[in-house]
């Protein structure tokens, strides 16, 4: 149970100001999350990681030189929004280009992608590693789908190493995709973590049991058996690794034994020393191990092991010297303190242009909307975060919670400056995504300034107008998400919902008519995805957990098209 906060939806963002003050030496605080606050040699490469909170250190505590350059900071167990990534990655940049590296997570990769785009457009050089560590989370042919867990340590400080020897971002990111390719990682849970300010777990372990295979955001584990002695958990945590021990591995390799959160280090070494005779037994060669807790989960009871199989060129690097807060190795030559410029987050702009009497009008319409879709998220959060809790990470109700707040204070703002409609949802969606995090901050974020940019600054508004605003929020989020009908995401609620209000358009029928019709459709759907198996998202590695249960962000989707119907119906009686 996590108690001490002031007020638990600040949690993140308190206790990294407070980390900052504890560790000024280290680090600085800017709009996103932390850099360094000491001096880089110019043309370095700056390593940028990042995640969501809730993991120290990973991911700020590994800011410093010899590893990370920076750390974009998102909310509990959400991943960073673009602006943060975008706004760390400027402020880390030391002329040398950026990497960019993190976990595995949809909500991770589609933040960091957006944020990378933006970079490399404004000549920023950066490149994208992302950490597939955890052999739990899918099997050997699809590596790729694999998250990122304690195996982020590895890919980072070999990352952050070859960038303090001079290596270019070529170098870099080759060596980095080379860490990634040689970490496994296999991890336990004995019992589940809770969000500050939550009632229960995000997930429970039956007492006398362990959970084999758990995510670091409470993603539950993928089996369950009964509590093993330590001997025993050593012998599953090895086997299990060297099965899957990647074809490159050599026989000397790194074992990192991690505690999730509430393991007394007595009992982290007493199981590193049975692993670690097991590993030489296998005929290993042990190299500077680590043995603590690295890359954490809230207050989650568990432990993982990584094995980082070395060959020479990854040794020499692991072996490099570190300063960070939280990880130090070696000596490094004193750093100079940096005066740290930070970029702040677009402020809503004053009208850019003018828009029409008829895109004002429709601009005030939205911010009721976005009104009526916030009280229906408000009224069903703990709901949406009990469904993500069962295969995925429980945070979809607080991230829905925080990006339609947000929204709606941005349009509240825009309208009140005498915005027209475009300006208005380009504000609302831009913080819908900053605040959310997460996968479906990213897509509603998107879609929602789609919408607005279809619907752009008229002089009169048509039927023909509101399908192109549902075409665009369709296209807006199967673009960025790449998901397909049958997936198990919002867009099997999405296609279902585009296709009956275009349908019904075209028939004749009015708005209202044709929201209802749309919204019942999207709400059959979302139903309907119980009986589907997750291809995307969180939720992926546990589909067998996800059958018999609604995704969702497709059920979320629904219970805002719903309200939203019940609201066009109560305004048209009107
Ligand atoms: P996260 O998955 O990052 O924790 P949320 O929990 O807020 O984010 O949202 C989860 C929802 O996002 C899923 O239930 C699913 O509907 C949706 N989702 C995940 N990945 C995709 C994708 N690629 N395309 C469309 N929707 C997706
Ligand atoms: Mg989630």
Known sequence: ????????????????????????????????GVVRSTETPAGQVAVVIGGGSGHYPAFAGLVGAGLAAGSACGNM?????AGQVYRVAKASDAGGGVLLSFGNYAGDVLHFGQAQEKLNAEGIQTRTVLVTDDIASAPPGEIGKRRGIAGDLTVFKIAGAAAEAGRNLDEVERLALKANDHTRSLGVAFAGCTLPGAPEPLFTVPAGMMSVGLGIH??????????????????????????????????????????????????????YGKIEKLLVGAGLEIVEPECGELVTSLDMSGVSLTLFWLDPELEMFWAAPADTPAFRKGNLAPRRARAVTSTAAAAAQAPAQAATAASISLAATAVEALKVARSVVVEHEDALG???????????????????DAAVAAAEKAHAAGAGLEELLAAAGEQWAERAGGTSGALWGAAVAAVGRTLGSKEAYTRADAAAAVDALRDSIITLGKAEAGDKTMVDALLPFAEVFNRSIRDGDGLARSLRSAADAAAKAADATAGL?????RARPLAAKSLGHPDPGAVSFALIANRLADHAASIERI
Do not use: C, W
């Not at 012998?235 to 490159?248: C, S, T, W, Y």
């Open 386 to 404: 009990k469904l993500d809790a069962i295969a995925g990470d429980g945070d979809h109700g607080i991230g829905m919670r925080r990006g339609v």
């Open 1 to 32: 149970m996590t108690k001490l906060f002031d007020d638990p939806a600040r949690f993140a963002d308190d206790a990294l100001d407070g980390f900052v003050a504890a560790n000024r030496g280290y680090v600085a605080r800017v709009d996103g």
């Open 533 to 537: 198996s997750p291809k995307k998202g």
């Open 77 to 81: 167990f959400a991943s960073p929004s």
């Open 218 to 271: 409470g993603e539950p584990g993928i089996s369950e058996q009964p509590l093993p002695t330590a001997s025993e958990l050593a012998q599953l945590l090895v086997d299990g690794l060297l099965k899957d021990r990647p074809e490159a591995a050599g026989t000397r390799v790194v074992p990192i034994l991690n505690g999730l959160g509430t393991v007394k280090y007595d009992e982290l070494f007493l199981l």
